[in-house]
């Protein structure tokens, strides 16, 4: 097996991915947090004392997903042309969950930005509700789907 990000002598690089052609990228991240019922109570009234726990954490996966170049040793730094974070309300998990979608268009895939995105989001809320629930749980961090570049498009086994 080869491996892209290690050169002949094992040392990590950065992926040279000048000769690729620009192919219009999107990708879609997801994941969840866990609080009891008073927490989530809160978030959706919008009584948590730190304020607007789901428009912060909105802001937050945004500029999260903005940074991951610096934050990934190996992620190229990217002209991102869009990215959203939405939140679904589970009320009956006690559960939010948190989705970023990334797009661009380059010669490498924005999977690292939507996921990145996702994790600050989370632990942004996570952050903004921990004086009433420090038992939250953040978790099933996954890829969702993507589409563009030479791999083509992937769906996750578990949106199918």
């Known amino acids: 097996m080869e491996f892209t990000h290690f050169d002949e002598k094992g040392n990590a690089w950065m992926v040279d991915v000048g000769g690729k052609e620009d192919t219009d990228r999107e990708a879609v991240a997801r994941g969840s947090i866990f609080m009891s019922e008073a927490c989530l109570r809160q978030v959706m009234e919008g009584t948590m004392k730190k304020g607007d726990v789901l428009g912060v ?19 190229h730094l990217l002209n991102l042309t869009s990215l959203s974070v939405d939140f679904e309300i589970r009320p009956e998990h006690c559960e939010i969950q948190a989705v970023c979608r990334a797009r661009t268009t380059g010669k490498t895939g924005v999977e690292m930005e939507a996921l990145t995105g996702v994790s600050v989001a989370l632990l942004t809320i996570y952050d903004m509700c921990k004086a009433v629930d420090k038992s939250m749980e953040i978790g099933s961090i996954c890829l969702e789907k993507k589409s563009g570049g030479k791999s083509g498009d992937f769906i996750s086994p578990r949106q199918r």
Request: with cysteine; glycine share 10%.
């Open 57 to 75: 954490a909105r802001v937050a996966g945004i500029m999260g997903a903005k940074q991951c170049s610096r934050l990934i040793p190996l992620c």
